[in-house]
């Protein structure tokens, strides 16, 4: 047996942008035009004060405008810090306050479960790895760049494929589009992260136009947030099959697919399937 990915297929592909800034709003038209989805990662202890008056529409976002986007926008919200500390520089004790206290926040704000963050700076370690699952997280996304599809070898150490800037995007982009998943046990995890922030400094929006609109859209892509592909690969972990594989237990929530000689099958939440 083999894991795929929802619907049969080989790719997936997702976005994970830091800090609540206004251009949030912008990236986010980007993404639904073409059919995309992502992740953004929240400071509730950085909310500029609803009574700001702005010079310029830039920045942190006031708590107001944060609901008015993200609530019922598909689009994840995450923890990313209750105020950016770097954790691979403070005490133990502050971690925790800031995982904890950011992923409370938003759960109440936004009224959902806040089960994924991205380490602010890109800071982690083992210990905050430790502290982030004991706050019941479930990945954590990092800084490092695969420069590649691979999935997660440990969930709170998720790597993500490149940032926006890298000078590969559009080659990866090139490659993820136009190649096929050579065997039957791949599956490819495209995964872009940065600060929608960047766009307005650099004045480049042109980037994430052009790369969204390239991988925007195609049938054999499934387009996901970063809770929802944490939680599909740990349902596939979880069937359960007899001895000579001739029956599968989905015990989980999630309709998952998977390949057993070169066939492709569902299992639905909750379905005992006899191949």
């Given at each position: 047996?083999?894991?795929?990915?929802?619907?049969?297929k080989a790719?997936?592909?997702?976005?994970?942008?830091?800090?609540?800034?206004?251009?949030?709003?912008?990236?986010?038209?980007?993404?639904?035009?073409n059919?995309?989805k992502?992740?953004?990662?929240?400071?509730t202890?950085?909310?500029?004060?609803?009574?700001?008056?702005?010079e310029k529409y830039?920045?942190?976002?006031?708590?107001?405008e944060?609901?008015?986007?993200?609530i019922n926008s598909?689009h994840?919200?995450?923890?990313?810090?209750?105020?950016?500390?770097?954790m691979g520089?403070?005490?133990?004790?502050e971690?925790?306050t800031?995982?904890l206290?950011?992923r409370?926040?938003?759960e109440?704000?936004?009224?959902i479960l806040?089960r994924?963050?991205a380490?602010?700076?890109?800071?982690?370690?083992?210990e905050?790895?430790a502290t982030a699952?004991k706050?019941?997280i479930?990945?954590?996304?990092?800084?490092?760049?695969?420069?590649?599809?691979?999935?997660p070898?440990?969930?709170?150490?998720?790597?993500?494929t490149?940032?926006?800037?890298?000078?590969?995007l559009?080659?990866?982009a090139?490659k993820?589009?136009?190649?096929?998943v050579?065997?039957i046990?791949?599956?490819?995890?495209?995964?872009v992260?940065?600060?929608?922030?960047?766009?307005?400094?650099?004045?480049?929006w042109d980037?994430?136009?052009k790369?969204?609109?390239?991988?925007?859209?195609k049938?054999?892509?499934?387009?996901?947030?970063?809770?929802?592909i944490?939680?599909?690969?740990?349902?596939?972990?979880?069937?359960?099959t007899s001895?000579?594989k001739?029956?599968?237990?989905?015990?989980?929530?999630?309709d998952?697919?998977?390949?057993?000689?070169?066939?492709?099958?569902c299992?639905?939440a909750?379905?005992?399937l006899?191949l």
């Open positions: 047996m083999y894991m795929k990915l929802k619907d049969g790719k997936v592909l997702t976005f994970s942008y830091d800090d609540a800034t206004v251009e949030d709003i912008r990236l986010i038209e980007i993404l639904d035009k059919g995309l992502g992740t953004f990662n929240v400071n202890g950085l909310y500029l004060p609803e009574e700001t008056v702005r830039v920045g942190r976002m006031k708590l107001s944060a609901r008015e986007l993200y598909g994840e919200v995450a923890v990313h810090g209750l105020t950016h500390l770097y520089r403070i005490k133990p004790d971690v925790i800031e995982i206290e950011d409370k926040n938003i109440q704000q936004y009224g806040a994924g963050m380490y602010p700076g890109g800071l982690f370690n083992d905050i790895m699952r706050c019941g479930r990945y954590g996304r990092t800084t490092k760049s695969t420069e590649n599809f691979t999935f070898q440990d969930w709170l150490a998720f790597h993500p490149c940032r926006h800037k890298s000078p590969n559009m080659e990866l090139k993820f589009v136009e190649e096929d050579k065997h046990s791949e599956n490819w995890l495209f995964c992260w940065g600060h929608s922030r960047e766009f307005s400094r650099d004045d480049n980037v994430i136009e790369f969204a609109e390239y991988v925007g859209c049938d054999d892509v499934w387009y996901a947030t970063n809770i929802e944490c939680d599909y690969v740990t349902a596939y972990e979880r069937l359960e001895m000579d001739s029956t599968v237990y989905n015990p989980s929530a999630v998952v697919w998977f390949s057993h000689k070169n066939q492709v099958y299992v639905k909750g379905e005992t006899s």
